[in-house]
């Protein structure tokens, strides 16, 4: 037995019956703005975002000039070859790398940025369930 809340039937539901999820979305971006929140709540982040490799936001959970940045620095904070940093990028990614957590995330052949920003000098935070959801949402679409 499932009930409806607010937003309507298609868009957020709650099941009776051992369903975990409280708002679900056929909508792939929706559903991605739903993953995301949920992980940046449970995780206390300030932002949570995933972006393309070249740093524009795919769906976010957070202030939008907040994602924006993270999308557009995520290509340089990213662990591997490509994300080499020069004195001219400099301090801005310095700064950020001290309090952004940066994912690649395969989806088939895709890949994706998953960027977290801490709200404190928390640890890092775990994002296998955010990575695990993105991968779930984006081969469905």
Excluded at 29 to 58: F, I, K, M, N
Excluded at 77 to 89: M, T, Y
Excluded at 105 to 111: A, N, Q, R, Y
């Amino acid at each position: 037995m499932k009930q409806h809340n607010e937003h309507g039937p298609d868009n957020a539901t709650t099941s009776l019956d051992g369903e975990r999820r409280r708002k679900r979305s056929s909508d792939p971006l929706v559903a991605l703005h739903y993953q995301l929140s949920h992980t940046r709540t449970a995780a206390e982040l300030d932002a949570l975002v995933v972006a393309d490799p070249s740093g524009v936001v795919v769906a976010g959970a957070g202030s939008w000039p907040a994602c924006e940045e993270l999308a557009a620095y995520a290509p340089l904070l990213a662990v591997g070859a490509w994300a080499e940093v020069n004195d001219s990028v400099g301090s801005r990614v310095a700064s950020l790398r001290a309090e952004v957590t940066v994912r690649p995330v395969l989806v088939g052949d895709l890949e994706v940025l998953l960027c977290a920003r801490q709200r404190t000098d928390a640890p890092a935070p775990d994002l296998d369930g955010a990575a695990a959801g993105i991968t779930r949402i984006l081969s469905a679409a």
